[in-house]
């Protein structure tokens, strides 16, 4: 229309306008702090759900890997209707916590198949460690849960040394564990580990996948379980 004032771009105010409104949102943004709050919330947001988006696409093109390698351990039901993937690292003070998550998991529910990967990412005794429990399940895979559970839920430190001594007392050998270390390095499980850790956006441990979902963090059994009823229920994890 004829006359018409347009409203002026940020780029046309001069230097005092641009002082001036400045000076106005500092003012507005410091008697309003709430608002920088939802905004840190609303990123918070954005990227969680970029993440799980991510971690959605990996998990379909890679179904194989994640759930039928012939790297993978699996405890409980190895028939089971679902199956729950957990990503750890014998050093991590939540995996050790989680491991009773598993417990009552594999207790609640015949019906659970649960498959671990190895993930050392918490330095070189994380990586020693893995390597002896590589050695062991080959060595001895019938007693690899009672080396998964001891290893995990001790206090020490894991390395190569309380690996082998946990070992020991399920009656294998450091011999027999050290000739096996030598004639395999072991390197494919763990790579094809941080392959998938990549791929799914995982950062840390223990991270989850349930059915089409990647869960990060130790969420405890009552929200795995939840999952778990959903996958059968609908065939998601959130129905």
Same mark, same amino acid.
């Given at each position: 229309m004829a006359?018409? %004032?347009?409203?002026?771009?940020?780029?046309?105010?001069? =230097?005092?306008?641009?002082?001036?409104?400045?000076?106005?949102?500092?003012?507005?943004? /410091?008697?309003?702090?709430?608002?920088?709050?939802?905004?840190?919330?609303?990123?918070?947001?954005?990227?969680? =759900?970029?993440?799980?988006?991510?971690?959605? /696409?990996?998990?379909?093109?890679?179904?194989? %890997?994640?759930?039928?390698? /012939?790297?993978? /351990? %699996?405890?409980?039901n190895p028939k089971g209707d679902v199956t729950i993937v957990e990503f750890y690292d014998y050093n991590c003070g939540y995996c050790k916590r989680a491991l009773a998550d598993m417990e009552t998991i594999l207790a609640n529910d015949k019906n659970v198949r649960f498959v671990l990967k190895e993930l050392p990412i918490l330095g070189p005794d994380s990586l020693a460690a893995h390597k002896v429990s590589a050695a062991f399940r080959q060595v001895a895979p019938e007693k690899y849960g009672e080396f998964h559970r001891a290893l995990l839920g001790g206090e020490d430190r894991a390395t190569e040394e309380t690996a082998i001594a946990v070992a020991g007392r399920l009656g294998v050998s450091e011999a027999d564990l050290r000739a096996k270390m030598e004639t395999d390095a072991h390197d494919a499980a763990v790579k094809e580990s941080y392959t998938l850790a990549n791929n799914l956006g995982i950062t840390g441990t223990p991270s989850y996948v349930v059915g089409n979902e990647a869960v990060f963090g130790a969420v405890g059994a009552e929200e795995l379980e939840t999952k778990v009823t959903n996958m059968r229920s609908c065939g998601k994890t959130v129905c």
């Open positions: 006359g018409a %004032t347009l409203p002026q771009a940020a780029f046309a105010l001069d =230097d005092k306008q641009k002082k001036e409104m400045g000076e106005f949102i500092r003012e507005y943004l /410091v008697a309003n702090p709430e608002i920088l709050l939802e905004a840190q919330q609303s990123l918070k947001k954005k990227q969680q =759900d970029e993440q799980l988006r991510q971690a959605e /696409v990996a998990i379909s093109e890679n179904q194989q %890997t994640i759930f039928k390698s /012939v790297h993978d /351990v %699996t405890l409980g």
